[in-house]
């Protein structure tokens, strides 16, 4: 199913995890009837004997990356001439971990500390057009997630078909205007710090982004959703442990994607444009 993390395909819950699970129950041949009923009566392994992927793992590393985005948020609000060049370094490593087939942690928190240090440089330079909008930033970003979880845990909001291809139609028409908007600002035929997101719809003094962020949000909502669906299906499809960090990478990303979405959508709205 296209809404959930390939990370955790049926594949993957039968590989490490699941052989290590089943150990305690293979049987050799020429065993006894006393070694027989000795391995029939061992308890099954636990998430510590097989490394199986749990929440409370998973929840770990996530916390983890999270502290390496701030620990490179922190760089780049002191040094934010820093934001362009690791922009660009952390998409390139954005690519690298949704593409490659078996996560790796360096790779995750490398990608985590080059988004931190973007995001603590154009947090700086936001700050300091409009006072106080990180706080505000963060809040929102805070609910945002906190609504989001609350309601998967519910579960009054769950991932569907439909949505997901509604959301992936989105994401791509998304990508593309985002591409536009890079090349519109880089060979300098609109000067608006926010692009085509700050300028006004013909006829109105209404910015784009007062349109696009708010359904940029929502994108990053349901992203979450899918964020927290992969895990439970990794939870309990028996994935190894490894896979976490896969799942910390996407939350992260996520969470970096509404952040500054947030922060864009305040901007304008504060008139900072």
């Known amino acids: 199913m296209a809404m959930s993390n390939p990370a955790f395909s049926a594949k993957s819950f039968a590989s490490p995890a699941t052989a290590a699970g089943r150990m305690n129950t293979t049987v050799q041949p020429g065993l006894s009837a006393e070694q027989l009923q000795e391995i029939y009566n061992r308890p099954a392994g636990g998430a510590s004997d097989t490394e199986r992927m749990t929440y409370e793992n998973t929840i770990l590393k996530t916390v983890i990356t999270l502290a390496f985005v701030v620990a490179g948020a922190a760089v780049g ?31 995750v928190i490398a990608f985590a500390v080059a988004q931190g240090i973007f995001v603590g440089g154009l947090s700086r330079i936001v700050e300091a057009t409009a006072p106080g909008i990180i706080f505000q930033a963060l809040v929102g970003t805070a609910i945002v997630f906190g609504v989001t979880l609350a ?11 439909k949505a997901t291809k509604i959301f992936m139609i989105a994401g791509i028409s998304y990508a593309a205007l985002s591409l536009v908007n890079l090349i519109t600002q880089l060979t300098g035929l609109n000067d608006n710090p926010w692009g085509i997101n700050g300028t006004s719809i013909p006829g109105t003094d209404i910015p784009f982004g007062l349109i696009i962020g708010p359904i940029a949000i929502l994108m990053g909502a349901y992203s979450l959703v899918l964020d927290f669906t992969s895990v439970k299906q990794g939870v309990d499809g028996g994935a190894p442990s490894r896979w976490g960090w896969k799942a910390a990478f996407g939350i992260t990303l996520t969470i970096i994607w509404l952040y500054i979405e947030i922060l864009r959508l305040i901007s304008i709205l504060r008139g900072s444009n």
């Open 151 to 161: 309601l998967f845990a519910s579960g009054k909001v769950r991932a569907s078909k």
């Open 77 to 107: 609000f002191v040094v934010p001439v820093l934001a362009i060049p690791f922009a660009i370094v952390g998409f390139v490593l954005a690519l690298v971990n949704i593409f490659k087939k078996q996560p790796s942690p360096a790779l």
